[in-house]
């Protein structure tokens, strides 16, 4: 709200009178016309107002001061004031200062004009305007009023309005906004793929009821008491606006872009999971799909590298090619990517800060769908064994398990010259096959091993992380696969054996990998079961290996359930 003059009205206060030291503050519009928002009505020297090309004005008594003042705007704030026979200005927060001399009285008694109504006001006078004089005593006049009454809060010297036509205090547009959540902002989903949001925010204005569509389903009551503010639940399934508006006046509204019921992903580690690519990576949004979103130390948005908790130059990351592939297959994700460039399985214990960020993390979007880390390349390079990995490693995933219901994928990380030697290589792949085929609650994420990141291959290359735009792109191909497979079974029957046990390699036949080599037991038939971590109908070669592998049996084709 503010004073609005309309070059009609007037604003009469009791006389106020400055003869020795005084101050004036408020808040005006200053344009180019020629007007005086605060003048004295008997004379045409007392006044502060504006003239044209930018200038502002003041006269007291026999002083005079023309203040270049560019460039125009509202609600610009001033102070005069006199000590002694110096007075001086200030202009929009010092942006203009200055000073005069005049020992003259300064008589004021009308805003919005002066002189027997010469030179009428036809902008804004707003806040509060402070008026302290040695005869006229103390004013504080709050220029957000109503009615026809500019009112004195300190000393009941009050003004009137009058003679207004379209101006005077002015309502305030009515407004809702939206404070409780922001675009992209992301809560783990449920069963059902939704996720329950509480949407709250201001009003100005009055709202018979506040109305809310969750993406375009149509307007329901939210809120059926609303004050100067609102509140209310909302489902949101899968990715949807939310908006909301007056019943009453159904074209004040405000929007929550792109709200998600999310797969949350909790990535932990080191630099290859933080991003550590020469480029960028990009993400694009086909028609009706969902848009992946992030969460950075306390900030939703559209994910976008850099991803990673801590700035980080390079920076393209694998998550903007695996939420590309989420969102292609239409799953809203919100990833809170907190791994630590550097960092070693012993920085993550849980009692310590690398591990608060997960949980942070967790707490702020409603729990972890799934939680998942690319470590070891440190550990590797510092020789730590293949026991003490294991052990800070399981901690973590079962800490993980334990409070938000999810399995650990460990990804492996790709070895260069700069991962350490051959056998501290081998000890951290040690441990992690042995966390894999020991513990349920982690999961084979995928070997990055398989991408040659020397630097005798491009010299783009550092020998220790991801950084090609292709490697990239393999790399979350593998990992994204890694998270989606399903644990299969393939049932087979083996000729020639009888209640006997043999080691099987099992082969998936068309990608020509190793998925699995281990102690299978058959039946008197020769039959056995084993359960593979791949897609049902994935066609698998299995054969059994001895110490003389004899022929009968090996090669037997068979497909996933």
Known sequence: MALQGDGNGIVT???????????ISGFFEHTVDTEIFLGYNSAGNEYIGQINNNTISIQVGAGTASIPLVPNGEDIPFTLSRTGSTVSYDFNNGEVTGSFTSASTFRLDRFLTYNNGALKYQRKLSGVWAMVGDAGGTRTYDMEGSGTTLVDTTSAQNGTLSGFTTGGFTAPAESITITSVVDDQFRKRDANNQAIF????????????????????????LDASPTTTYSGDVT?????????????LTNVTAIALRLKAAFVIAAWG?????????????????????????????????????TGYHGFTPRGSMWARISQL??????????????????????????????????????AVGGLSLAVSVIGETDSANGTETSVFKSKYLDVATALNSTYGVDVFATYFPV??????????????????????????????????????????????????????????????IRYAAFNFVESTLNFTVTGLSSTTRTVK????????????????????????????????????????????????????????
């Open 326 to 363: 989420y969102s292609d297959a239409g799953i809203p994700i919100g990833l809170g990517n907190v791994a630590e460039g550097g960092s070693t399985i012993d920085s993550w214990k849980i009692i310590g800060q690398n591990y608060s960020r997960i949980t942070q993390f967790a707490n």
């Open 270 to 306: 080191q630099s290859n999971e933080q991003g550590a690519g020469v480029n960028n990576q990009t993400v694009t949004i086909g028609s009706g799909k969902p848009t992946p979103a992030m969460y950075v130390q306390g900030v939703f948005s559209t994910l976008t590298d850099p």
């Open 198 to 221: 509480t949407i709250s925010g201001d009003i100005v204005g009055t709202a018979t009821t506040v109305e809310v569509n969750v993406g375009g389903t149509g307007w329901v009551e």
């Open 416 to 477: 260069g010259t700069s991962t350490g030697t051959a056998p501290n290589v081998a000890k951290i792949r040690a441990a992690y096959d042995e966390l894999i085929a020991e513990n349920l609650i982690i999961k084979d994420g995928g070997d990055l091993s398989v991408i040659d990141i020397s630097s005798g291959l491009d010299p783009l290359n550092d020998n220790l992380h991801l950084r090609l735009d292709a490697d990239i792109t393999t790399g979350a191909n």
């Open 13 to 23: 206060i009791p006389l106020w009178t400055a003869t020795g030291d005084f101050s």
């Open 506 to 561: 099992y082969i998936d036949w068309v990608n020509d990998v190793i998925l699995k080599t281990e102690v299978t037991s058959f039946d008197v038939s020769g039959n056995a079961t084993a359960s593979l971590n791949v897609a049902a109908s994935t066609v698998i070669v299995a054969g059994y290996l001895g110490s003389n592998p004899p022929t009968t049996g090996t090669g037997i084709y068979g497909v996933t359930v």
């Open 236 to 248: 949101v399934t899968n990715e949807q606006d939310v908006e909301v508006r007056f019943s009453n």
